[in-house]
């Protein structure tokens, strides 16, 4: 096993990051002074309509032209939840022309909503993703429609601005919770994440595909249903974090699962084949792994990226967390072969063993979000909390063959170690994009993005 147990520690101390601040060498991972407020390399994003003033972001994604669309779950004058989204231009700033200066919000004829899924986008539309409440005990999965430019658009399929759809069989009052979202080459989305069955707390991994008018797309899934629900009988509880489409028309999901009589949650990777059937990556239809070590302590998917891999198949890089000891978590990164549940061993830094990395430094890191640097390697989001103190956003790099790379930085918002928490990661031409919340005062959280350099000098490889 390739265990980096003090890259981050020791890169701290050595002073080559301070909070907020990149080294003033020439590396990838400066902060982009050309970019942001202040010129600061980060853009800080309130709503603030009114209620608790939580705005927690979700996901973000990136235009065309370099412009970043960040969505997440926001506060009105009421208090009610509603999904946000805001626009930052190529520089950095608030496109103040989007929605009401620069933000938008679902309609309040939609009822509340939380972000969850995430935000995809779909040629000049933005999909946004999570669930709604029709009762305090009774969650849907909802489907909403913004333009490029925040007005809210309408589905055909019903004529409103978001479609709702409810997972059968199950309890009356259940809660189906998708997790992630993602857009097929055909327009169509496939939405992942959770559903109770027996009780809440009794999840099956959940599946649902919208046609581009937003009505159930019934040539997938289930009896023609529109929704796909797995999970055999070795496991008690089965939670979809991410999902993603593979070259080959494949849906590749990542996340975690409870084995029965287990004490612990396991990493879970499932895939479905185009027309929503279960596709088998192992003797089971899923594919559940721990670390060597902790086998008696979490393990957990959040974030997968797909790459070329052989035979037509794409191969499956997966971030998450390992528990090595007592409840601090470690930062993960695995890579796993095509159609099959192996691990590829050549990635691990190279040492030919297991096909994983871990970060263990004695700081609780959560690799959060993965990104493809292509040629490169890998760009991570990490959630940093060190001892004793709350959280910042970490990014690091990974070469292709699991070896932690040099780039590394540390973001901070307000004052250090202020419960600060990432949501994803980009890699976009020169530069590396990352959205999520920080904690301004008190608790109330705004959006917070960053864009880090990929510097000129060495844009196609390593800084060594």
Request: with cysteine; net charge negative; hydrophobic share 40%.
């Amino acid at each position: 096993m390739a265990t980096h147990t003090t890259m981050f520690r020791t890169l701290l101390a050595c002073g080559l990051l301070q909070a907020g601040v990149a080294t003033a060498l020439p590396l990838d991972g400066a902060l982009d002074t050309n970019w942001g407020l202040f010129n600061s390399g980060k853009s800080p994003i309130a709503f603030d309509y009114g209620g608790s003033m939580v705005d927690y972001a979700n996901a973000s994604v990136i235009g065309p032209d370099g412009s970043m669309y960040i969505s997440g779950t926001v506060r009105d004058a009421n208090g009610i939840a509603r999904i946000g989204v805001t626009r930052l231009l190529p520089n950095g700033l608030i496109d103040t022309s989007f929605g009401n200066d620069g933000r938008a919000i679902t309609q309040t004829s939609q009822g509340e909503l939380f972000n969850t899924a995430g935000i995809v986008m779909r040629n000049n539309s933005l999909l946004v993703g999570g669930y709604k409440k029709t009762t305090v005990d009774n969650w849907d999965f909802v489907l909403c429609a913004f333009s490029t430019q925040g007005v809210p658009l309408l589905f055909n399929s019903t004529l409103t601005q978001c479609v709702t759809a409810s997972i059968e069989p199950g309890p009356s009052l259940s809660r189906d919770i998708p997790y992630s979202m993602a857009v097929q080459p055909d327009g169509k989305i496939v939405m992942a994440g959770t559903t109770a069955v027996a009780n809440v707390a009794d999840t099956y991994a959940a599946f649902m595909r919208f046609e581009t008018s937003g009505a159930l797309d019934h040539s997938f899934g289930l009896s023609s249903s529109g929704i796909q629900i797995m999970r055999t009988g070795n496991f008690i509880r089965h939670q979809i974090n991410a999902v993603a489409i593979a070259s080959n028309g494949k849906i590749v999901a990542v996340g975690k699962t409870d084995v029965v009589g287990g004490n612990d949650s396991s990493a879970l990777i499932v895939r479905l084949e185009p027309d929503g059937t279960v596709d088998h990556l192992s003797p089971s239809d899923e594919c559940v792994f721990s670390v060597d070590g902790s086998d008696s302590r979490d393990t957990e998917l959040l974030d997968l990226a797909l790459v070329p891999g052989s035979g037509g198949e794409d191969d499956l890089i997966t971030v998450g967390y390992a528990q090595m000891s007592g409840t601090v978590h470690s930062g993960l990164i695995a890579k796993r072969r095509g159609s099959t549940c192996a691990y590829d061993t050549s990635f691990s830094g190279g040492d030919g063993t297991n096909g994983y990395s871990i970060v263990t430094d004695g700081d609780s890191l959560t690799f959060q979000s993965v990104a493809v640097q292509p040629n490169v390697g890998y760009v991570v989001a990490a959630n940093y909390t060190p001892s004793g103190g709350d959280g910042d956003w970490l990014i690091g790099r990974y070469r292709p063959n699991g070896t932690a790379d040099l780039l590394i930085s540390q973001i901070d918002f307000g004052l250090i170690h202020t419960s600060d928490v990432v949501a994803d990661v980009h890699v976009f031409h020169d530069g590396i994009y990352i959205a999520g919340s920080w904690l301004k005062t008190g608790a109330n959280y705004d959006f917070g993005a960053a864009r880090l350099l990929l510097d000129q000098i060495f844009a196609d490889g390593f800084d060594d």
